[in-house]
């Protein structure tokens, strides 16, 4: 085994139990918008993040490089608010939670308080997976490192040449994504991977929520495209939808071994580099990297870079034991636990899932292409037949995860009431 993949299997597999309780992780990043439809001010959305550890009892955990909190905390149920990559994304990533309704309470009491609070100043969250005024505002990263250090990799793509990336490398700062992360043990992993890659074509037909006004792009997901078609996706491998099913630990590795490191810190400083694979790493003799400055200075590769490594994949291995899905645009926000229910569900069934995939009507004219699948479906117009099979494959699917849920007996059924509705179920 190679030392990177050894390296990348100690950091991954490491939390990995063999018998876990199932527990859910929701994290929800939405864009604050000023309500006269222009840019979003930075000083309101700034004076909120000072008013709301008064008023819920959080703690400030991060600030930013002039003082202002950035990432707050719950000490009790280790909800965290914070600002994802700029000024005018709130993201809430709760603790993980028994029950999907645990997460519902919780969030309507953090809501109420926060659409008040900016309603004062003619400002609200709304469930888009694209800032609505993305044009008006200065798209800036959060003043802190790690953000900085991301927004000035992804502007990279300005160098790169003849390479087809799109020219929005400050896409981090207006989209957003509803992920969840659920519990996976050693021996289920490779099967929830292989099987959730097998359905984007159905969760970007449910779940699209990021048409892109920039651009004359023939799709209702340009997060797909700001991801895939950015430094992030110089190596397809690191991000987006699996390109094939492994076979077993080994292939998945092997895979991951392909994906990219592109930060490296040294001293407490931050540097990033043009992305090198994790495969190809520690054989580097040297790398060019930048500083924050964009002062370049020589690094060295070493092992501990690799507790950096992150990639981008829809269907994501965590370090915490859990399987995050990443794939999702922010929901309306009358179906903000939709997705989430979905995907428990669907885990919960995994057996009836997998024997469903094996013959699924869909796949017989559509094809197994997954990560193309996804393309095709998420398109503004579909033909007749496209939307007849989408339909029917995504119904299959949510009775599935319907009745998975049942079987967990929580009572979590109810959230996905507004995608039946839409499927006339």
Not at 17 to 27: A, H, N, R, S, W
Not at 192 to 219: C, H, M, P, R
Not at 252 to 274: C, K, P, Q, V, W
Request: hydrophobic share 35%; with cysteine; charged share 30%.
């Amino acid at each position: 085994m190679s030392r990177s993949v050894d390296l990348l299997k100690k950091r991954y597999l490491e939390n990995i139990k063999e018998k876990p309780d199932l527990f859910v992780g929701i994290e929800l990043e939405y864009p604050i918008v000023n309500l006269e439809g222009k840019a979003t001010d930075t000083e309101v959305v700034k004076s909120l993040f000072r008013y709301l550890p008064s008023v819920l009892g959080f703690t400030i955990e991060k600030v930013d490089d002039f003082g202002n909190p950035i990432q707050l905390l719950d000490p009790v149920s280790q909800d965290t608010i914070l600002f994802e990559v700029s000024y005018t994304t709130i993201e809430f990533a709760f603790g993980r939670a028994e029950t999907i309704q645990e997460v519902e309470e919780r969030f309507r009491d953090y809501m109420d308080l926060i659409q008040k609070k900016l309603a004062e100043a003619n400002h609200a969250v709304v469930g888009s997976g694209i800032h609505p005024y993305w044009e008006k505002n200065e798209n800036q990263p959060v003043a802190y490192a790690r953000y900085q250090m991301l927004m000035n990799y992804l502007k990279l793509s300005r160098t790169v040449l003849g390479s087809g990336l799109h020219d929005y490398p400050q896409y981090g700062a207006f989209i957003c994504g509803s992920q969840v992360q659920l519990d996976v043990s050693k021996s289920n992993y490779l099967r929830v991977l292989n099987a959730f890659t097998q359905i984007e074509a159905a969760k970007a037909y449910l779940f699209a929520n990021s048409e892109f006004s920039g651009e004359d792009w023939d799709t209702k997901i340009s997060r797909d495209i700001f991801w895939e078609e950015s430094m992030h996706g110089i190596y397809p491998e690191n991000v987006g939808v699996n390109a094939r099913l492994f076979k077993d630990e080994n292939d998945f590795f092997d895979y991951l071994d392909h994906s990219a490191i592109f930060t490296a810190e040294r001293d407490g400083e931050t540097y990033y580099f043009y992305p090198i694979r994790a495969k190809d790493y520690l054989g580097t003799p040297e790398i060019h990297a930048f500083a924050l400055d964009g002062k370049e200075i020589l690094l060295y590769p070493q092992e501990e870079d690799f507790q950096t490594h992150r990639s981008y994949q829809y269907q994501d291995l965590t370090t915490r034991g859990t399987i995050e899905f990443r794939s999702v645009c922010t929901q309306p926000l009358d179906r903000t636990f939709a997705s989430a229910a979905f995907h428990l569900g669907l885990l919960v069934h995994l057996d009836k899932l997998e024997a469903y995939l094996r013959t699924a009507p869909f796949f017989t004219t559509a094809g197994r292409d997954y990560k193309s699948l996804r393309r095709q479906f998420s398109k503004k117009k579909l033909t007749d037949e496209e939307e007849a099979a989408v339909l029917e494959f995504s119904k299959d699917l949510l009775t599935l995860a319907e009745e998975g849920l049942e079987k967990r007996d929580k009572q979590e059924m109810v959230y996905l009431d507004p995608l039946k509705k839409e499927l006339g179920l």
